[in-house]
């Protein structure tokens, strides 16, 4: 079984060098990065512990040396634990249990970055993405599950860097710091959601 996963992580590994390789040979000014993602909420009480639960996927084309425009979609997902508590909902009845609160976010967009040494091993960059929003607020309790949809507008500062040991292959590692601010608005049980505030680390894959 060892072995199976090995043989399974080096042909992704053999994968994605031949991407890397294709994207410098078919698309020279394209630039692709798959990342992992933690998230750290900043303001929002229904969900608001630090999770790894989330991944970022951004391709884009590089208009000048400088300038990139293109397009991502990330998700994340927070958790919060609630004791054992009576809510009084807005029927007149209650409700007494422990819950799991769960905030799934996926926004996506165009994405926008200045970029600074294309050429060279360290490419760091700023960036800006805009698009749309859309979150899951979720209450696990028992064997039941209650939940909310929402849309929102989404904005999203950046700065990062790209690292390719090679620059001719452009294949190599990404990094970037983030916060993002969405406008969802939702109301669970007598919980209510009012924006969506992230502080956030990627890690990922460059070619």
Excluded: C
Aim: aromatic fraction near 18%; charged fraction near 15%; charge should be positive.
């Amino acid at each position: 079984m060892r072995n199976k996963y090995l043989r399974s992580a080096a042909l992704a590994l053999v994968a994605l060098f031949g991407l890397g390789t294709a994207s410098a040979q078919v698309l020279p000014n394209a630039y692709f990065n798959i990342d992992w993602q933690l998230g750290m909420p900043a303001s929002s009480d229904f969900a608001d512990k630090t999770s790894g639960w989330g991944m970022n996927f951004e391709g884009g084309y590089f208009l000048t040396d400088a300038i990139t425009i293109g397009g991502f979609l990330s998700y994340q997902t927070n958790f919060k634990k609630y004791p054992r508590e009576t809510l009084q909902l807005s029927d007149g009845s209650a409700l007494t249990t422990s819950q799991k609160h769960a905030l799934f976010h996926l926004p996506f967009g165009v994405a926008g970055r200045y970029n600074w040494f294309k050429d060279s091993i360290f490419q760091p960059y700023a960036g800006l993405k805009i698009g749309a929003s859309y979150a899951q607020i979720s209450s696990y309790y028992y064997i039941y599950k209650q939940y909310s949809d929402t849309w929102g507008f989404h904005l999203q500062p950046e700065v990062g860097v790209s690292i390719f040991p090679r620059p001719d292959m452009r294949f190599g590692f990404h990094a970037a710091l983030y916060y993002s601010y969405s406008t969802n608005k939702g109301d669970l049980l007598t919980y209510s959601l009012d924006g969506i505030n992230t502080f956030g680390f990627r890690l990922g894959i460059s070619f």
